[in-house]
């Protein structure tokens, strides 16, 4: 079965930290890959995707995220946060195959910023 | 704001009752999906519209269904409920239906059974 591994439960740093948020997928296919944040109290939003191409991809908000093939991992990273980025990372993929569109998702990553 | 829309925000109810939750798709998009968001069980995809019809389904329980109407709006109807489905509950949209169209969510409704 499909799956999504995101190693941080909690992520706690002081702003103009860099951050790093791994995540692992368990799909012998191709996948699309994305990066979704909710800030408390708000919506789920997209932060970046990764369909083909070039595997390093920018997102809103200065975060980039790298795919990596043969280590089946998609990290989320940041190289200086802000206090607003305090919210919940939540890594996710659609299997390619099957022409649908659900997303698995990740457990999640809470970050707290501090200033 | 995302123009993905979701009534009520919240919802209290009791064991055994029936609810209908209601989700309005941004303008233009033909797919919805429902996700469930539980302690437990993390963010779980449920099911997939695309216009009108059903796409997909993953972990929804038999005692829940969902349907899109002509408008594309579509209802997530819970019956049976049950203290463990206490969750949030997320619709989404997307212009299409495929794995490269961005889905974008809805605020939610928090179910409460007691």
């Known amino acids: 079965a499909q799956s999504v591994s995101q190693h941080n439960h909690h992520v706690i740093l002081s702003e103009a930290a860099s951050l790093e948020l791994g995540c692992n997928y368990s799909?012998?296919?191709?996948?699309?890959l994305f990066w979704y944040v909710q800030y408390p109290g708000q919506h789920l939003q997209l932060l970046l995707k990764?369909?083909?191409?070039?595997?390093l991809v920018k997102g809103i908000k200065g975060f980039e995220a790298e795919f990596i093939k043969s280590k089946f991992s998609f990290n989320l990273r940041k190289p200086s946060v802000q206090w607003s980025d305090t919210a919940e990372y939540f890594c996710a993929v659609t299997p390619v195959a099957g022409g649908y569109n659900k997303l698995i998702f990740g457990a999640g990553t809470r970050l707290a910023v501090h200033p | 704001d995302s123009g993905v829309t979701q009534t009520p925000k919240h919802l209290i109810t009791a064991t055994g009752q029936r609810v209908t939750l209601r989700c309005s798709p941004r303008?233009?998009?033909?797919?919805v999906y429902w996700y469930q968001q539980s302690l437990d069980q993390g963010l779980q995809f449920l099911i997939q519209y695309y216009n009108g019809e059903e796409r997909a389904k993953g972990n929804i329980l038999e005692r829940f269904s969902a349907q899109q109407f002509p408008d594309l709006h579509s209802e997530l109807n819970l019956s049976s409920l049950e203290l463990g489905d206490s969750a949030l509950y997320f619709c989404a949209s997307s212009e299409g239906g495929r794995g490269t169209d961005t889905q974008y969510f809805g605020p939610g409704t928090r179910l409460t059974v007691l």
């Open positions: 990764y369909f083909s191409g070039d595997p």
């Open positions: 799909y012998g296919g191709t996948v699309n």
């Open positions: 303008s233009g998009d033909l797919s």
